[in-house]
Structures are given as structure tokens and as C-alpha cells.
């Protein structure tokens, strides 16, 4: 009950935000990332043609990473 009522809005992250958003999540599951390529190939493998990030894809990206 309710659900319906309450709207959420997800807005896109822009490449700063989305790098912000892996490096929190690596922190949190104690990764190091000592190596700013990887941070950049990571934003590669979830940017779309049009330079938006596709966060269905960083979801799913940070998903396995932390689970590896």
C-alpha cells in the first residue's frame, strides 16, 4: 500500500558521479584500486554510444565485482 503513491526519480550520472559511485563501492568492499586504467576501462564498459552512463550496467558491473 502506498507504493503507487510515492514517484522516485532516477537521474543519470555523469562520468565524475559514476566514478565517485565505483570508488565508494570499492571502499566499502575494501577493494584497493590503485590503478586509475581500470577506473577508466570500467567507465568504458558502462558508457553507451551517446557518452550516457548506463547505470543498469554499472549496477550490474559493481554487482560482480563485488561478489568476485
Known amino acids: 500500500p502506498g507504493v503507487i503513491e510515492e ?5 543519470p550520472l555523469d562520468r565524475f558521479s559514476a566514478a565517485e559511485v565505483i570508488r565508494r563501492n570499492l571502499h566499502f568492499a575494501k577493494i584497493d584500486l590503485d590503478n586509475e586504467q581500470v577506473m577508466d576501462r570500467i567507465l568504458q564498459n558502462v558508457t553507451e ?4 552512463i548506463n547505470l543498469t550496467f554499472l549496477q550490474l558491473y559493481m554487482h560482480k565485482l563485488l561478489i568476485a
Not at 7 to 11: C, D, G, N, S, T
Not at 49 to 52: L, P, S
Open 49 to 52: 554510444g551517446d557518452g550516457k
Open 7 to 11: 514517484q522516485m526519480r532516477v537521474k
